[in-house]
């Protein structure tokens, strides 16, 4: 399996851009976190999604940030406008109840200028 | 408000010696507690879990100690190796099985095994 894929790895953008991350779970695992690490914050919930519905969403900083997961094998999440604090590395997990925990993506390292 | 605590940014250990790790919590409500690694560059994996009905859970080299009463969990790697240099997050999670709602996690502890 090639375990949970997210593109690009890196993102260095404008303030004001639009930008998005995608990820791809672990075929067969209904369930789909993004998480964002910074250094103030540490790694914090953003959203996740339990068969593509999303289920807490409390974790997004701003309506500048929405996420959206169309099939089970695909999810985005979109920063519009970008802000120079957005800067941070975002992963994404997916999990299976046959799984014995959240397998993590490599992450995208974000920098807005 | 962190309601995961990893006081400890950094630790550095001694090859062949024990590192501990520790983590506290506040939320009553966590049932279910998880220890991620993270190199860098690469995202966390899951290292060792361990439910809120035991108070200790062993893996190899690693062990997971819970006291519930104090709010208190901690790692044990022992001996400890090289390739244990990484970061260390400790996270916790709800009532509902290990994975199933988001993960609320520590700031991370970065473990460094000296030679």
């Known amino acids: 399996d090639a375990g949970v894929i997210q593109s690009p790895r890196h993102e260095v953008t404008e303030m004001g851009q639009e930008v998005t991350l995608r990820c791809k779970p672990i075929s067969g695992h209904n369930s789909l976190f993004w998480y964002r690490q910074t250094m103030m914050r540490g790694l914090e919930l953003l959203i996740y999604f339990n068969n593509n519905v999303p289920i807490d969403d409390s974790g997004m900083p701003e309506d500048r940030f929405s996420a959206k997961m169309p099939n089970a094998s695909f999810s985005t999440l979109k920063i519009q406008p970008s802000e120079p604090r957005d800067s941070a590395v975002y992963f994404c997990a997916s999990w299976s109840s046959w799984a014995d925990t959240q397998y993590f993506g490599p992450g995208t390292r974000l920098t807005v200028l | ?115």
Not at chain 2, 37 to 44: D, I, N, Q, S, T
Not at chain 2, 47 to 53: E, K
């Open chain 2, 1 to 115: 408000d962190q309601q995961v605590k990893q006081n400890s940014p950094s630790l550095s250990v001694q090859e062949g010696r024990i590192s501990i790790l520790n983590c506290d919590y506040t939320n009553s409500m966590f049932d279910y507690f998880l220890w991620y690694k993270k190199y860098p560059a690469e995202g966390p994996t899951f290292l060792i879990s361990i439910s809120s009905i035991k108070d200790k859970n062993e893996d190899g080299r690693f062990t997971v100690f819970l006291n519930k009463s104090a709010k208190h969990l901690s790692l044990h790697i022992v001996p400890s190796q090289p390739g244990d240099s990484a970061v260390y997050f400790c996270a916790a999670t709800m009532p509902s099985g290990g994975g199933a709602d988001g993960l609320t996690f520590g700031k991370g502890t970065h473990l460094i095994i000296q030679p």
